[in-house]
């Protein structure tokens, strides 16, 4: 078997894509989408129809909705499990604006036939973030925390019963980089691979049930790195090495018994975390700006 195929035997493998094609070619178990994605296949001349059919509503802020549930829709096609949806990032430090807009992106998907048990609404991980995922996961509309780039985002998240949370490799490793002059770092001394595992022993130690999926990934190495992860997220062009790759691929991270237990995190601890790590703190609010920023095409885009 190829690297891809062993891969898929110790973990979930997601597509981090909204490409038909390329979901296709590497069949994975999941999508995941978010504006830049969005952005991206909204581009792509298999969805030149759905295009064209968003512009034609007049409503951008309709549009821009419409356009998301109808891609995710036909991922749903596609893969057998959830695809995940992100709601916008303007609203990532008001809880309730989220949880209505992920009650309004299940009740188009419901329109378009498909149930909430096919989706995971993607927030942002701050704390209202949080707050929102606490709310949905006990109307069952379960959710996929993103833009996790510390310990205590992801112990927020998952003390709130999200289904998954992600936490960004790659983006990690750039900001370790940049901040330590460094072109690279052995696989294992990775920050980015680090940081996963981490969050992935921590969470089996304590017997959290929420899911870990690795994201941003900047190598087929990196992927390799976390062999045995709940979820990796992985985008065609690296789908495609590992695929090409036939060499033993070794599991990296095993499930352990759960031996501990810790106190509630407040949201002053949550803050206070954040503000004591100088690389979450920027890298959560670059993300969010960088998804709103994909946003802002995407209207422009909407308006011809």
Not at 130 to 146: D, F, K, M, S, Y
Not at 177 to 195: F, L, N, Q
Not at 283 to 303: N, P, S
């Amino acid at each position: 078997m190829n690297a891809l195929e062993q891969l898929k035997q110790m973990t979930v493998v997601v597509a981090d894509t909204g490409d038909l094609d390329a979901i296709r070619q590497y069949q994975p178990q999941d999508c995941t989408t978010n504006p830049s994605l969005i952005l991206k296949a909204a581009s792509l001349s298999g969805y030149a129809h759905l295009l064209e059919e968003a512009r034609a509503m007049g409503d951008v802020e309709a549009a821009i909705d419409f356009l998301t549930v109808r891609i995710g829709t036909e991922l749903t096609k596609l893969v057998p499990g959830y695809v995940s949806t992100e709601v916008d990032a303007r609203l990532s430090f008001d809880a309730d604006a989220m949880v209505a807009k992920a009650r309004h992106l299940i009740d188009l998907y419901a329109q378009q036939g498909v149930g909430k048990e096919r989706i995971l609404i993607k927030l942002a991980t701050t704390w209202e973030g949080v707050q929102a995922a606490r709310v949905l996961e006990a109307e069952g509309i379960h959710c996929n925390l993103t833009l996790v780039f510390n310990l205590a985002q992801a112990i927020a998240a998952a003390q709130a019963g999200a289904y998954l949370l992600s936490p960004f490799v790659g983006r990690i490793t750039d900001w370790y980089k940049k901040a330590e002059g460094k072109d690279g770092y052995p696989v294992d001394e990775d920050p980015g691979v680090k940081s996963v595992r981490e969050i992935y022993h921590h969470f089996k130690s304590h017997g959290y049930e929420t899911i870990v999926m690795g994201a941003s990934f900047r190598s087929a190495e990196q992927v390799k790195a976390l062999a045995g992860c709940d979820r990796l997220t992985v985008s065609p062009q690296l789908l495609g090495e590992l695929a090409a790759d036939e060499g033993k691929l070794e599991r990296v991270l095993t499930p352990e018994p759960a031996t501990q237990t810790e106190p509630t995190l407040t949201e002053a601890d949550f803050r206070w975390a954040l503000a004591s790590d100088p690389m979450a703190t920027e890298k959560l609010v670059e993300g969010i700006r960088g998804f709103h920023a994909d946003t802002e095409k995407l209207r422009a885009l909407l308006r011809g």
